[in-house]
Every structure is written in C-alpha cells, then in structure tokens.
C-alpha cells in the first residue's frame, strides 16, 4: 500500500520493483545452482518419486546434510507426502514444499474467477492495455507474468480512485496521521520508505483502515465487490514480494490469506493441501527455518536485491 501511495505524489515515482528493491533490507549470497541427471519416468508415479527422493538423499548424505528438502508443484505433493508419512527412512529427513509459482499462478485463477463477468477484461481491451485474447489468459490465471502486470496496474488505478476519500475520512479521525503519510509519500529514500510502512502496520493506521473499508460495503456494495478484488490483488503481489525477497514470515502468511479465497472457488486441491502445507511448515526443524528465514528457500542468480526466483523457476527455464 506504501507504494500506491506515493504513486499520488505529484513527483516522478519509480516503478514497483525498483520501489521494492529500495524497501529491501536482505541480500543474500548468490545461490550455486547444480542440475540433477533426468529420470525417463513419469513423475506422476511414486515409484519415480521414490527414486528420486533417494538420489537426493545419497547425495545429501555424502554432503553430511540431515534433511532433503523437495520443492513440487501441487499435483506431486500429496505423493510425497504419502511417501514421506509410510517410509520410516523419510519421516524425519524429507521436507516436501509447495512451489511458489503454481500457488501464485493458481491464485490468479481465482481472482479471474471473482471478476467474471465484472466487465474488467472488456476494460483491459478497450484501454488497449492488451488483446480480446490475452485478456483472456490473464483472468484464467495464464501468463505469469502479464497476469502480474495486468493486476498491479489495475490496482493502482483503483488507488488512484480510492485514495481522496480514504484521506478524506483520516482527516476526520487523525489529521495529523494524515499529515505524516503525504509528508513521506514525497520521497523514495530507504528511510522514508521504512517509516511509511511502519506507519502503515501499526493499529493507529491500522484500525481507521478497517473502519474505512467496512464503511465501503454499507454505503456501497459495487465499491465492496471491488475492494474484494483489491485485497485479492494486494495478496498476490505480497507473495510475490515474499518471493523475490526471501521473506519466508510474509510468504507464509500471504498463503494463508489465499487459503479461504481457494476454499471460497472450489480450488479443492490448493484448499485441502495448503492447510497440510501450513501445518507441515509450522513443524520445521530449527535450521531448517532458520535457514528460510534467512531466504535461503528461494534462488539468488545474480547481485542486487529484489531479484530472487523460485526454484521450481529455475529449473523448468
């Protein structure tokens, strides 16, 4: 929210990534990146996975490391867990992970599925924003990163809409918080940034905003539908930022916030097995969570902050 904030300063405002690479305070060491021979096997099958799970563990052992941790997409989790919860071998080694693109990519499917009908494609087209075609992939959650753009820049119009009345109602409840947030909407500087968002968390700011909203769906349930799709498309853009950032806390909770939406549009198989993975990733070892908190549960190719990638990314490309 800091971000769409200072986009309504009247001073030239720098893009979301460069905004986050600003607010970034991790940069960890680049990841060395091995590939693995290639298994003719379906991966569907456990034996294959079976397979696989014990090359790793060979390899892990040779290494003197104590747990293996897989990352899959949702469609192989519940089999590694099978694997996992009936071998005794693997109960207190094998840390199976839900990867971050399917869920996010499978999220957008789901924020397609709020807004059909809304007529919100139809704008996208008539804004020349993109084709009849590509419109369409974006709301069934296709084209990852299109998908991505296409909602942030939705979102920061809707902002742009939003935000006079948001400010009207704190001038009448903290003029002087009101005040504060235009002062530091003027600059990008990492210090600035940082005092935004720790205004923007604590229960002065916090506690208006509810209020704000709530009052929303009482006078106007059109504009209650599309702050939906607005909480829907800031949680999107949290995880991604969890992703790129290697900030396990916030990719954890951005999944939690998704679970209901999954529960809510019949997305069972995230529904069902995200309330396992949440479960699971409460339970980590202590070195291993230590080490995720450190953002050592995603890849780092390249210097600079912000730039993070999934490993089921790095992978497949």
Same mark, same amino acid.
């Given at each position: #929210?800091?971000?769409?904030?200072s986009?309504?300063?009247?001073k030239?405002?720098p893009?979301?990534?460069?905004?986050?690479?600003?607010a970034?305070?991790?940069?960890?060491?680049?990841?060395? =990146?091995?590939?693995?021979?290639?298994?003719? *096997?379906?991966?569907?099958?456990? /034996?294959?996975l079976?397979?696989v799970?014990?090359r790793?563990?060979?390899?892990?052992k040779?290494?003197?490391q104590?747990h293996v941790?897989?990352t $899959?997409?949702?469609?192989?989790?519940?089999?590694l867990l099978?694997?996992?919860?009936? $071998?005794?071998?693997?109960?207190d $080694?094998?840390?199976?992970?839900?990867?971050g693109?399917?869920i996010?990519?499978?999220?957008?499917? =789901?924020?397609?599925?709020? #807004?059909?009908?809304?007529?919100?494609?139809?704008?996208? &087209?008539?804004c020349?924003?993109?084709?009849a075609?590509?419109a369409?992939?974006v709301?069934?959650g296709?084209?990852?990163?299109? %998908?991505?753009?296409?909602?942030? @820049?939705?979102?920061?119009?809707?902002w742009q @809409?939003?935000?006079?009345r948001l400010?009207?109602?704190?001038d009448?409840v903290d $003029?002087?918080?009101?005040?504060?947030?235009?002062?530091?909407?003027?600059?990008?500087?990492?210090d600035?940034? *940082?005092? #935004?968002?720790?205004?923007?968390?604590?229960?002065r700011?916090?506690?208006?905003?509810?209020?704000? %909203?709530?009052?929303l769906a &009482?006078?106007? @349930?059109?504009?209650?539908?599309?702050?939906?799709?607005?909480?829907?498309v800031?949680? &999107?853009?949290?995880?991604?930022? *969890?992703?790129?950032?290697?900030?396990?806390d916030?990719? @954890?909770?951005?999944?939690?916030?998704?679970?209901?939406?999954?529960?809510?549009? /019949?997305?069972i198989?995230?529904a069902?097995?995200?309330t396992?993975?949440?479960?699971?990733?409460?339970?980590l070892?202590?070195?291993?969570?230590?080490?995720?908190?450190?953002?050592?549960?995603? =890849?780092?190719r390249?210097d600079?902050r912000?730039?993070?990638?999934?490993?089921?990314? &790095?992978?497949?490309?």
């Amino acid at each position: #929210m800091a971000f769409f904030m200072s986009r309504t300063s009247k001073k030239p405002m720098p893009s979301w990534i460069f905004y986050n690479q600003k607010a970034s305070t991790v940069n960890p060491e680049k990841t060395t =990146v091995g590939y693995l021979p290639i298994i003719q *096997a379906p991966a569907s099958e456990l /034996d294959t996975l079976n397979t696989v799970i014990k090359r790793v563990l060979h390899i892990s052992k040779s290494m003197e490391q104590q747990h293996v941790i897989l990352t $899959v997409g949702e469609a192989l989790y519940p089999k590694l867990l099978e694997l996992k919860w009936s $071998v005794e071998e693997y109960k207190d $080694v094998l840390i199976p992970c839900l990867g971050g693109l399917h869920i996010a990519m499978n999220f957008l499917g =789901v924020i397609g599925q709020h #807004m059909v009908d809304s007529g919100l494609s139809e704008l996208w &087209v008539k804004c020349d924003l993109m084709g009849a075609n590509a419109a369409q992939h974006v709301m069934a959650g296709k084209g990852y990163a299109r %998908a991505i753009r296409t909602h942030k @820049l939705t979102l920061q119009a809707l902002w742009q @809409l939003l935000l006079p009345r948001l400010y009207t109602y704190l001038d009448e409840v903290d $003029v002087t918080l009101r005040a504060e947030l235009s002062d530091l909407c003027q600059s990008v500087d990492a210090d600035h940034i *940082a005092q #935004m968002v720790d205004k923007l968390t604590t229960d002065r700011f916090q506690q208006p905003m509810k209020e704000f %909203a709530a009052s929303l769906a &009482v006078d106007d @349930l059109n504009a209650a539908f599309w702050w939906d799709y607005m909480t829907m498309v800031s949680i &999107v853009l949290c995880f991604t930022r *969890a992703q790129r950032d290697g900030l396990w806390d916030l990719h @954890l909770y951005a999944f939690k916030r998704m679970l209901p939406f999954f529960f809510m549009y /019949d997305h069972i198989n995230y529904a069902r097995w995200g309330t396992v993975y949440l479960a699971e990733m409460s339970a980590l070892p202590p070195e291993i969570l230590l080490e995720f908190q450190k953002g050592n549960f995603l =890849v780092k190719r390249s210097d600079g902050r912000f730039n993070q990638v999934q490993r089921i990314k &790095v992978l497949s490309g």
